[in-house]
């Protein structure tokens, strides 16, 4: 161990004080415990190939970094906002089964940059605070099963006394700049139908699947995105089953300067 380890275990360990509720569900060793691999070296490798292959990348370390050390206030922001959603994640659901399950991915899987996980644990946050603040829907659990089939929902809620699973996906490196709003469409509609056919197939009777599309728009798209694509109408799709529908939400990434940083552009589940 080094004195550059130290300090930087000391400053994570100080930056997670804020958050207590979120801090209860780490690993108590974390972030001193070799297993994580947080080290100045490590932090350093990631922090100069993290945009190697998806410019997003980002994971808990640079997060809890990024508060204080952020290469500008948005960067700032960004961390200190999605800190906030993890503690009041944390806090709203510590009871629930499943819950650590959703979290767990930010201490396993930290340092992969062929699989931006951080994001899918950003956007099953967010949905489960959305679908219960916003939607009204009661959050049952996480990880949980779809019947008897072996499939699992990032979600399962009930809305209106009805049990609904909710699977988030991502789409990562998306571009649109090249080509026209309806292909872009279709990518949505496509991607919808194949998640609903795969995940939903074992629908209990009487029950709602839906997925939660989450696109991470690359930085050049922002713009034309905002501008052309009515984000604020949802795409229903039929999966060939009597209830289950898509609804699209879109974590849009990324500022035409190249400035780090989100918008959560998307429409209630009220509509269930």
């Given at each position: 161990m080094s004195n550059h380890d130290a300090n930087l275990w000391s400053l994570l360990e100080h930056q997670l004080h804020p958050y207590p509720n979120f801090r209860t569900l780490l690993p108590g060793d974390y972030p001193r415990a070799e297993s994580y691999g947080i080290t100045a070296k490590t932090m350093k490798w990631y922090s100069d190939n993290r945009d190697s292959k998806m410019w997003q990348h980002f994971n808990l370390p640079m997060l809890l970094y990024s508060v204080e050390y952020g290469i500008d206030s948005k960067v700032k922001d960004l961390s200190s906002?999605?800190?906030?959603?993890f503690e009041e994640f944390s806090k709203t659901f510590s009871t629930l089964p499943g819950v650590t399950k959703t979290l767990t991915p930010l201490w396993k899987t930290p340092w992969d940059l062929a699989d931006p996980t951080?994001?899918?644990v950003v956007g099953e946050v967010f949905m489960a605070l959305h679908a219960k603040t916003k939607a009204g829907l009661e959050i049952l659990g996480f990880a949980q099963p779809i019947g008897g089939g072996g499939k699992n929902a990032d979600i399962r809620a009930k809305h209106r006394g009805t049990i609904t699973h909710i699977d988030v996906t991502m789409g990562h490196l998306t571009k649109i700049i090249e080509g026209d709003i309806t292909a872009f469409?279709?990518?949505v509609?496509?991607?919808?139908?194949?998640?609903?056919q795969n995940k939903f197939k074992d629908l209990p009777e009487g029950?709602?699947?839906?997925v939660a599309l989450i696109f991470v728009i690359q930085r050049d798209?922002?713009?034309?995105?905002?501008?052309?694509?009515?984000?604020t109408d949802p795409v229903y799709l039929d999966s060939g089953k009597k209830n289950p529908f898509a609804?699209?939400?879109w974590l849009v990434g990324g500022t035409k300067d190249g400035k780090f940083g989100f918008h959560?552009?998307?429409k209630s589940v009220e509509v269930i």
């Open positions: 906002s999605i800190l906030e959603a951080f994001w899918s469409r279709k990518l509609e496509d991607r919808g139908k194949t998640k609903l029950e709602n699947g839906i798209n922002l713009d034309r995105f905002k501008t052309e694509v009515d984000a609804q699209v939400y959560i552009i998307d």
